[in-house]
């Protein structure tokens, strides 16, 4: 099968099985799934949560228990403005400017702008840890987005400026459901993970699979470049 077809079979195994949860339908987004709370949990068990300050999250719903979590763990958090539409494309969420009490709700996207301060790529510190929401991925480490390719260009822009690199582990959390076999097929900017964490398991991939390491430009349009100001200004 390939990606797309993935997704579908996921979105609609979630949606049958009642593991997703509020929004509904699954379908066209990064879903939110049963057992993301304990998933959140598993990872954070990990030396790798341990050891990292600052966490690069996706802003979806499965994820906002480890955005959450990281802040109650004294770890600065930065979201992605929603498909990068601003000069300044990032949330710093930073829990020393935060009163303990809102760390609930800071790090959800309908409060995280009373929270954080909006920065440009050049103002974000050294990441860590990055956190993906995923479709679909596999045991390998191959990740199946919701298709847009946000994540994996939020990467290549940290990457672009040596904020993260080969040494950085990137981690998804998922439902069990959403552990697939295979195979699928990786594109050069798609980013593999090192982490793949469920309710019930962590799974260190020790992928074989490259990590792109910038911005492949020949793979972006000119109006896509145009469309998003961080693109536009590390062309230049």
């Known amino acids: 099968m390939d990606k797309q077809e993935y997704r579908e079979r996921i979105w609609d195994r979630l949606e049958a099985e009642g593991i997703a949860r509020f929004p509904f339908p699954p379908h066209g987004r990064i879903p939110n799934v049963a057992g993301a709370a304990d998933a959140a949990d598993r990872l954070a068990e990990t030396d790798k949560w341990r050891a990292a300050d600052a966490v690069k999250a996706n802003p979806d719903a499965p994820q906002l228990p480890v955005r959450r979590r990281a802040l109650r763990a004294g770890k600065t958090v930065y979201m992605a403005v929603p498909r990068l539409r601003d000069e ?6 930073d829990p020393g400017e935060i009163p303990p009490e809102a760390y609930d709700s800071a790090p959800t996207v309908s409060h995280v702008e009373d929270h954080a301060r909006q920065v440009g790529p050049d103002a974000v510190d050294a990441i860590d840890l990055v956190v993906s929401g995923s479709v679909a991925v ?21 990457c672009e400026l040596g904020l993260v690199d080969e040494e950085t582990t990137i981690a998804t959390t998922v439902h069990d459901a959403q552990v697939i076999d295979g195979p699928v097929d990786v594109d050069a900017h798609d980013v593999p993970m090192d982490l793949v964490v469920t309710p019930t398991r962590t799974i260190r991939t020790e992928t074989d699979y490259d990590r792109p390491v910038g911005i492949i430009w020949e793979a972006l349009s000119a109006e896509r470049i145009e469309e998003l100001p961080v693109l536009a200004r590390l062309r230049e």
Do not use: C, H, M, N
Not at 88 to 93: G, M, N, R, W
Not at 138 to 158: F, H, M, P, Q
């Open 138 to 158: 596999t045991e390998a480490g191959a990740r199946i987005g919701k298709g847009e390719g946000y994540s994996d260009l939020e990467y290549a822009v940290l």
């Open 88 to 93: 300044k494309p990032f949330y710093e969420l």
